[in-house]
């Protein structure tokens, strides 16, 4: 598994679609995304890259029809197509930087049901929550930057929970220390940051899902998860601290179960929009106007790695065969040479902006550049892969903004970090793009879409149609709220911590 969490200076808070108790089964409190309550929250965080209409208002009632008219034609697909699964709370995705950067989904698992906010990850291998908790993550916090506190699970308390034993042949999965056949099949997991871990011992109990069609039928899938007694390092930092479910090719992770036990199609999409709010959808097999390229199937890892035969940089082209591992739990993209330099040097001097070494110091990034006084905008080179088959693979969203301690934008960053070895595609360069990890063919499939609409392509779009990156500009916000309250914090937030292998 290779996959990375990285601090960045982008703070989005979001606030929750949903306010949840814990009686039997499925006991919700559910809030439109139009609500007062949303709205109230994200007037009150000033969140420039999202909008909510007042209630009552024309807007209001325009955005639940466009609403209402893109669920209906998603239902209308489903009924004539293998069903795809949900979550029971929903489809959406969330990006937290103050939970290390990484996309989040509700899930309900159990009997009676609990409900946990994961972390979603391609590059791992296995779901983990923390149960019956040795050493596990505080349930709240304010540096979680979330309004609820988190859960643990216990299988004392589900009446649908069974223990893995060690005879059992999903145990043969793991790398346990068994000591016996009908011992509990234990396992640990060591990930790249120093000295972080979980480790637990495996259980499997149901997982709620649905279907979004015309009358929903709820599934109760039965799968496999880690009870994690004990985390460490970065698990207990703000880094996943209420779990994190594996999405790899793993036998043992969420959609390789989902599948094997016919509940879905092989296949599952994630979309990742600019403002942080996405989808996850298992089941979604892609449509047939996506571009597409083969999978690499590697018999030592079970990662969603490509083939890439060259890229281009504004006016410049470069061919040059590579792979590279496409990773939702790594914040940014890193490359290796001579890729990096090729991209970055051919970026550099097409920009006309001055290079900011003091930026790039406290960012981590090599190439940062100062916007000058009153700059509204600045012109940016496309970069766009080239892959196995001819398929261009196209970048959105190649920048980090930094933003000075009263709020406005002081400067960019070339968000592409230099690797020794390994080449990762990461959250940064999949923004604005539906990909679709399709198993059962092993391909990988993606097209410009827009996550609020499920049946439109084209270029993603946030609710309020604000979209810098489609005139390849950088747009200053004057009235954004700052999202650095001191240099120090710059320099913290864009410290790069390895999390996920």
């Not at 504004?314 to 939702?328: L, P, Q, W």
């Not at 991209?343 to 097409?350: D, H, P, R």
């Not at 790039?360 to 090599?366: H, I, K, L, T, V």
Request: proline share 4%; glycine share 8%.
């Amino acid at each position: 598994m290779a996959s990375f969490s990285l601090l960045s200076s982008l703070l989005i808070s979001l606030t929750f679609l949903f306010s949840l108790s814990y009686a039997s089964p499925f006991s919700l409190e559910i809030h439109n995304r139009f609500s007062d309550r949303v709205r109230h929250w994200a007037e009150s965080r000033n969140h420039p890259g999202v909008w909510w209409p007042q209630h009552g208002t024309a807007e209001y009632y325009a955005a639940l029809a466009h609403h209402d008219r893109a669920l209906h034609q998603r239902r209308s697909l489903a009924t004539t197509s293998p069903q795809e699964l949900a979550f029971f709370d929903g489809n959406a995705t969330y990006r937290l930087s103050s939970l290390g950067y990484l996309y989040y989904a509700f899930v309900e698992l159990g009997t009676p049901n609990v409900t946990f906010f994961v972390a979603l990850d391609t590059g791992s291998d296995l779901f983990w929550v923390p149960c019956d908790c040795k050493q596990c993550a505080a349930l709240s916090s304010p540096s979680y930057g979330v309004n609820f506190a988190f859960n643990t699970y216990s299988p004392s308390k589900s009446n649908t929970s069974e223990t893995i034993s060690c005879g059992s042949s999903s145990c043969q999965e793991v790398q346990s220390t068994c000591s016996g056949s009908n011992a509990n099949c234990t396992y640990k997991i060591s990930y790249v940051s120093d000295n972080t871990s979980s480790s637990g011992y495996l259980v499997e109990d149901v997982l709620y899902l649905t279907t979004e069609t015309i009358q929903p039928q709820t599934t109760q899938a039965s799968i496999i998860f880690g009870c994690g007694q004990t985390q460490t390092g970065t698990f207990l930092d703000g880094g996943a601290p209420d779990g994190l479910m594996g999405l790899s090719m793993s036998n043992l992770s969420v959609p390789s179960i989902l599948a094997n036990k016919g509940y879905t199609l092989n296949s599952f999409s994630m979309c990742f929009s600019e403002d942080g709010i996405g989808r996850i959808n298992f089941g979604d097999a892609g449509s047939s106007d996506q571009s597409e390229t083969p999978l690499l199937v590697d018999t030592q890892a079970d990662l969603y790695n490509i083939s890439l035969t060259g890229f281009s940089v504004g006016n410049s082209s470069y061919t040059s065969s590579f792979s590279a591992i496409v990773d939702s739990g790594t914040s940014f993209t890193y490359l290796s040479d001579p890729m990096y330099t090729d991209i970055v040097t051919s970026f550099n001097s097409q920009v006309e902006e001055t290079r900011a070494s003091a930026l790039s110091a406290a960012a981590s990034f090599d190439y940062c550049y100062y916007l000058s006084s009153g700059q509204t905008s600045a012109k940016i080179p496309d970069i766009a892969f080239t892959t196995q088959g001819g398929s261009s693979f196209p970048v959105n969203d190649a920048l980090l903004t930094v933003v000075s301690t009263t709020g406005n934008t002081i400067g960019y960053c070339l968000a592409i970090g230099k690797s020794s070895g390994l080449n990762i595609i990461g959250q940064n360069f999949l923004t604005g793009l539906r990909v679709v990890f399709d198993r059962e063919r092993l391909v990988l499939g993606w097209q410009n879409f827009n996550c609020y609409d499920s049946s439109a392509s084209g270029p993603a779009l946030a609710p309020n149609g604000y979209n810098p990156k489609k005139t390849n500009q950088v747009s200053v916000l004057e009235n954004s709220s700052p999202r650095l309250t001191a240099m120090s914090s710059l320099v913290l937030l864009f410290v790069v911590t390895m999390l996920f292998m």
